[in-house]
């Protein structure tokens, strides 16, 4: 029978509260300072910890940043598991588009740290891509495919639909309101206008049940 130590489970949970104090207090930094000012030396100290603890647990400042987006990513797919399914695949499209241009905006510091980070060092935006853009479409899919609508899209289209919601919530969720500084209430108004544009023909096309054949599927396209 395998025994654990006494002190092993302790040790696992500091070392996960330390974590988890480095990430709160990086993420404070990092959007009140800029990552480039801010210093490991400053994080360490606002999260009460030893500094030396930042390249244990994550090889250094980039390695932190990166444990920092996949928190973030994970907590917004949490979150989105939460709001209920729309009535019908056309309104969930809407519905998402509105949810994710309001996180969007609330994320709009964290979001002024990566981005700059990103054009500076091509293979860290290829991370951030893997662990941001990639996860969130992905769990726009699953929810897409509850819908015989989004089922019967070939997996290529359903995946380009997803990722329209990701892009049009970061154009009228940051970039025109925190970028171009624009009225925040008409970019999200237009956000929901150019969802209902893309999804008019799903109220128009009749999609098969699920136990026929599918011979038809709903067109992406502006009617």
């Known amino acids: 029978m395998t025994t654990i ?47 030396g603890l930042i390249h244990r647990y994550f090889g250094g400042k980039e390695g932190l940043l990166l444990a920092l987006i996949k928190r973030q990513v994970s907590q917004e797919v949490v979150d989105l598991q939460t709001l209920p399914l729309a009535s019908t695949m056309a309104d969930e499209v809407v519905q998402l588009v509105e949810w994710e241009v ?24 290829h991370l951030i891509d893997g662990i941001g853009p990639t996860q969130r479409a992905s769990a726009i899919t699953e929810r897409l495919r ?9 997996a290529q289209e359903l995946e380009a639909l997803a990722h329209f919601i990701s892009i049009t919530s970061f154009m009228f969720g940051f970039m025109r309101p925190a970028v ?13 206008m150019t969802a209902q544009m893309m999804v008019r023909n799903f109220e128009t096309i009749s999609t098969p049940d699920d136990s026929q054949p599918r011979q038809q599927k709903p067109a992406l396209l502006f009617t």
């Open 180 to 192: 171009l500084h624009q009225d925040r209430e008409k970019a999200k108004k237009m956000a929901v």
């Open 5 to 51: 130590s006494q002190s092993t489970v302790p040790k696992k949970r500091n070392r996960a509260a330390r974590e988890d104090a480095l990430i709160a207090a990086a993420s404070k930094l990092f959007a009140s300072r800029g990552y480039e000012i801010a210093t490991t030396r400053d994080i360490a100290a606002a999260a009460g910890c030893a500094e």
């Open 102 to 125: 309001e996180h969007t905006w609330q994320d709009r510091e964290f979001i002024k740290v990566v981005i700059p980070r990103a054009l500076l060092d091509p293979a860290l935006g």
């Open 146 to 154: 509850n819908f015989t609508q989004g089922r019967s899209l070939p």
